[in-house]
């Protein structure tokens, strides 16, 4: 059974307080790693996806980086407006397995 | 907005009862899935639709059911409804079985009284 473990479950900011989130997984043939942005009571948005070891996205702010076991989201010098819950998820197949997320809240 | 639509954003109904959710893919999208979301478990992959054919199935319960239509909107109808069942229902979409970089509607908050 394919197995998504976030960390931390939430993370304290100050404003410019650059950090990163871990996402481990085991799965049974990887299609793919994503990462989704939530805020609170809408739907998950888009940010990224990661299909091989040692490959890397970045957008704005953020980058997130993909190793065999685990993939982590750098957030660099982040802003009160990039508080959200941040869910990774792996593919299988065709279905998506998401990790409970980490709750980021960044303090100006 | 990521341009699939969900109806409605709230329900409220009584233990026992039946609901149905129902959900628009973005323009040109053929696959829809939907999850529930509660407090305790997280974001669940309920069920996958591929042009009108069901094409994955994951956490999902006997007494729920769905279908995708012919011009592939797709509704989630859920019966026998109990306490637990109160959650966010959010549908995705994506272009094809494989491509799954899902785009997700804004949800339905289901509460059973």
């Known amino acids: 059974e394919d197995q998504v473990t976030q960390s931390p479950e939430a993370l304290r900011l100050q404003e410019g307080e650059s950090s990163s989130l871990n996402c481990s997984y085991t799965v049974s043939g990887l299609r793919g790693l994503f990462w989704y942005r939530q805020d609170p009571g809408k739907g998950p948005e888009f940010l990224f996806t990661l299909y091989s070891a040692g490959e890397e996205k970045e957008k704005e702010r953020l980058k997130a980086t993909l190793t065999k076991k685990e993939s982590f989201l750098h957030i660099t010098a982040p802003k009160p407006e990039d508080s959200a819950t941040y869910l990774c998820a792996v593919q299988s197949g065709s279905r998506l397995t998401f990790g409970e997320g980490t709750q980021l809240t960044v303090n100006p | 907005d990521s341009g699939v639509t969900q109806t409605p954003k709230h329900l409220i109904t009584a233990t026992g009862q039946r609901v149905t959710l129902r959900c628009s893919p973005r323009?040109?999208?053929?696959?829809v899935y939907w999850y529930q979301q509660s407090l305790d478990q997280g974001l669940q992959f309920l069920i996958q639709?591929?042009?009108?054919?069901?094409?994955a199935k994951g956490n999902i319960l006997e007494r729920f059911s769905a279908q995708q239509f012919p011009d592939l909107h797709s509704e989630l109808n859920l019966s026998s409804l109990e306490l637990g069942d109160s959650a966010l229902y959010f549908c995705?979409?994506?272009?094809?079985?494989?491509?799954?970089?899902?785009?997700f509607g804004p949800g339905t908050r289901l509460t059973v009284l």
């Open positions: 323009s040109g999208d053929l696959s």
């Open positions: 995705a979409s994506s272009f094809d079985s494989f491509n799954n970089e899902q785009f």
């Open positions: 639709y591929y042009n009108g054919e069901e094409r």
